[in-house]
């Protein structure tokens, strides 16, 4: 039985007319997922159609189980009829074919000069050298119809990676979205990480539960000393050697591992690479694509002396290792002799891991199990993946292995760019899905979510609201780089703020305004988060500012929660102390030196107290920024400023008393009031958001009603201000205005905040509940 594909808009077949013959294919594009299958059954000729668009959280499986959205169905014909339609449908689709193809552009066309290399170039996913006697039509149909991988239906596939730093972390969510997104099995994720990388992926993975997805850390730094000693030139540093360690630094029970780089993109299964370990002999340790550069034949330009290898080499950015095997042949001892040895006239690696892997291979063949060249197919300079395969439809793994990356030069790098593109931008929310079949170990976590989801009545008015003070966002820190020198005297000061991305416009100026650290949670979708890095990475404001942390609270649920995701930029600031803000003010010039300063006079270590930063506001949106109180208060008498919402909300910020400001030269302490809100400096420890609140309304209210709670003193700086610049209504603003049912459930959470304010401090939280009564 044979097939043929075109990857544009559809699956097309022939087939060879057999008794009871089955064929089916699920495959996936970047317009649509579709499964087609054809089967004769009683001389009848079944064809089965499903589409699907590729965010639906609906994926075809591995039969025809699903439901078609097109069927036909030939019956009491001879056979001989039924072999002359199928022979017509065959001729008509390729017809089709070649018109697709003509269409597509990138779609593949078949690359000059045919395979090169090893014959496993064009062997399918199960196919080893102990196939070699297979004849050339058998070899064919491998090479268009793989077999079904023998992966046992909720076995566990365990998958290693070394990450470390800021980039390589937002690298490896792609990677395992693209695993997520095809796999049907159970995963367990082994990663080797620098401290960065295991704050942000341990955070990720904690707040995404994923089910029947395992993760396991490694401390990278208790492996350097294996590896420090041999001197690498490659740009991954140290890490790129710490793949030579995995059978010290994973569990000593853990039999056997997919080892994959972070710049890796899957486009099928990783459980038909996991079924490739079943392929191999006796003595094969290591499964290895051939390196698809012309890097290890030494011909790249004059006096070019690469390490020795096998052949063209190997490329270490997809390896299988069967973990319980080399620890038995003595892997440790082995690379390190090797690595040794060559380093005696080599003095350095340049490709860090993969040179020692080649060098090791390259004495010890037999070791090696050579996987078909799609498992990983490599795009950087001078390769010759083209010739992996005849359309891009046959492509397995992806591998960006150029410092390029997307920038990369080859024949159809608009598809595979899409295809990297598609899983970048993802929701990651939609790959939150049980696996059919398979049980799922609930964590700590997931039982206590679902135990408060079953508490909640879905008759309840205001049940939207409660429920999303339950869920769970994905959270990613440090999106990007960020770097953060503690100071020597204590008194250091994060502004804290929170946005999304129609506030995005605001970063810079604030970043001009506030030279000390900043911690920023933003409130975005996973395609607008890939947005924000573009504009981050284009801003030469931003991207020369390392000291501001980015913390992405990825959307999901109707309401913006907007405390919660300022708990986040809270939580995750490095400073004693905090200035907790919002993102559409821009604070004075030399307001942090001035913040610093006034934590000393008014001795903040050793009592409680909330430094309060008066806040004014002006309509215009070009505004000559005041340098200095003074200059304020003529604007403000010129009518430039105002205080901030004096028309709209005054009891908001009137107990700042800004006619008492305008003389102050010193500190002053004000009383709380009811429906207070100012922006404070206090201690990084104080009490957090209420996360009931979200959208408008009581967010800021309810944090200041908790702080004079605590007794906190409320203390307003004589020479600190900030001025909120306009922009267009939140959408939240609006549904607060419009509708009576948002109102009625605000007032509702309101109540019940003040009920826990009681339980919570006793008879001192009564005043806040009579003082609410009396507006």
């Keep these: 039985m044979g097939c043929y594909s075109a990857v544009c808009s559809l699956q097309l077949y022939r087939i060879a007319v057999g008794s009871s013959e089955l064929l089916c294919t699920h495959e996936r594009t970047r317009l649509f997922l579709y499964s087609i299958c054809v089967s004769i059954r009683s001389d009848c000729l079944h064809i089965s159609i499903s589409l699907s ?132 099995n159970p995963l367990h994720f082994h990663f080797i990480t620098d401290a960065v990388a295991n704050q942000i992926l341990s955070s990720l993975f904690q707040s995404w539960m994923v089910p029947s997805v395992q993760v396991s850390f490694y401390d990278a730094d208790e492996l350097k000393s294996e590896v420090s000693w041999i001197p690498n030139k490659h740009y991954s540093g140290i890490y790129g050697l710490m793949k030579l360690t995995l059978t010290k630094a994973l569990p000593s029970d853990l039999t056997k591992v997919i080892v994959l780089d972070t710049d890796i993109t899957f486009a099928t299964d990783i459980a038909e690479l996991w079924a490739i370990f079943r392929k191999f002999t006796d003595k094969q340790v290591i499964g290895l694509v051939e390196n698809q550069s012309d890097w290890y034949l030494g011909n790249l330009w004059k006096n070019h002396k690469p390490w020795p290898a096998l052949g063209r080499g190997f490329n270490t950015g997809v390896i299988l290792l069967y973990l319980e095997r080399l620890r038995r042949i003595g892997w440790e001892q082995m690379w390190r002799l090797t690595a040794e040895r060559e380093l005696m006239s080599m003095l350095s690696t340049s490709l860090a891991d993969q040179d020692i892997f080649n060098a090791f291979i390259k004495q010890n063949p037999v070791l090696v199990h050579q996987l078909p060249c799609f498992w990983n197919v490599q795009l950087s300079d001078h390769t010759r ?42 929701d990651g929310n939609l790959l939150r899905r049980e696996l059919f079949g398979c049980p799922s170990h609930a964590t700590s976590e997931s039982v206590q979510l679902q135990g408060a989801l079953e508490e909640l009545d879905e008759d309840d ?182 205080t901030f919402r004096y028309h709209v909300w005054t009891k908001g910020h009137a107990p700042t008393n800004y006619a008492k400001w305008r003389t102050a030269t010193t500190p002053y302490k004000v009383e709380w009031e009811a429906d207070f809100e100012p922006y404070v400096v206090v201690k990084r420890d104080c009490p957090e958001y209420d996360q009931r609140f979200v959208g408008f309304g009581w967010n800021k209210v309810s944090h200041i009603m908790e702080l004079d709670a605590q007794e906190y003193d409320l203390m307003v700086l004589p020479n600190a201000f900030m001025i909120h610049m306009p922009h267009a209504p939140s959408f939240d603003i609006s549904k607060f205005r419009s509708s009576p049912g948002y109102r009625y459930c605000l007032q509702t959470l309101k109540e019940e905040f003040h009920q826990d304010l009681s339980r919570k401090y006793g008879a001192a939280a009564l005043k806040y509940l009579t003082a609410q009564r009396n507006i």
């Design 385 to 426: 993946s083209e010739q992996c395969y005849t359309e891009v439809s046959d492509l397995k793994v992806i591998h960006w292995n150029s410092p390029k990356k997307l920038r990369v030069k080859n024949k159809h790098v608009e598809f595979f760019r899409n295809l990297y593109l598609t899983f970048l931008e993802y």
């Design 53 to 184: 668009h590729p965010l639906s959280s609906e994926r075809p499986g591995t039969g025809c189980e699903h439901s078609p959205s097109a069927t036909l169905q030939l019956c009491q014909l001879p056979r001989a009829v039924l072999e002359s339609r199928v022979r017509e449908m065959e001729e008509e689709n390729r017809q089709i074919r070649l018109q697709l193809n003509q269409l597509q552009g990138t779609a593949g066309q078949p690359a000059d000069g045919g395979n090169y290399g090893n014959a496993a170039w064009g062997a399918s996913a199960d196919t080893g050298p102990e196939d070699v006697e297979n004849t050339a039509e058998e070899r064919a149909n491998h090479t268009e119809c793989p077999r079904s991988p023998t992966v046992l239906k909720c076995e566990l596939i365990h998958v290693a990676c070394v990450c470390a730093g800021h980039n390589a972390s937002r690298d490896v969510v792609t990677l395992v979205k693209s695993i997520l997104f095809h796999r049907k």
């Design 461 to 642: 008015q205001c049940y939207d609201f409660r429920r999303e003070r339950i869920t769970v966002h994905r959270v990613h820190l440090y999106f990007l780089q960020y770097e953060y020198t503690p100071t020597g005297d204590d008194t250091d000061v994060t502004l804290v703020a929170q946005l999304s991305m129609d506030r995005l416009q605001m970063l810079e100026a604030i970043c001009k305004h506030w030279e000390g650290p900043i911690s920023l949670a933003l409130y975005m979708s996973d395609a607008e988060a890939q947005q924000f890095l573009r504009y981050a990475q284009a801003s030469e404001v931003l991207k020369n500012r390392k000291n501001v942390g980015y913390h992405i609270v990825y959307k999901e649920g109707q309401f913006y929660p907007v405390n919660l995701v300022r708990n986040v930029a809270l939580r995750n600031a490095n400073t004693p102390y905090v200035f907790l803000a919002d993102v559409d003010f821009l604070p004075m010039y030399g307001l942090y030196d001035y913040l610093r300063k006034s934590v000393v006079q008014l001795d903040m270590a050793n009592t409680k107290k909330a430094l309060v930063v008066p806040a004014f506001e002006t309509l215009r949106y070009r505004l000559s920024f005041p340098k200095s109180k003074a200059e304020l208060l003529s604007m403000l008498d010129m009518g430039t400023l105002y």
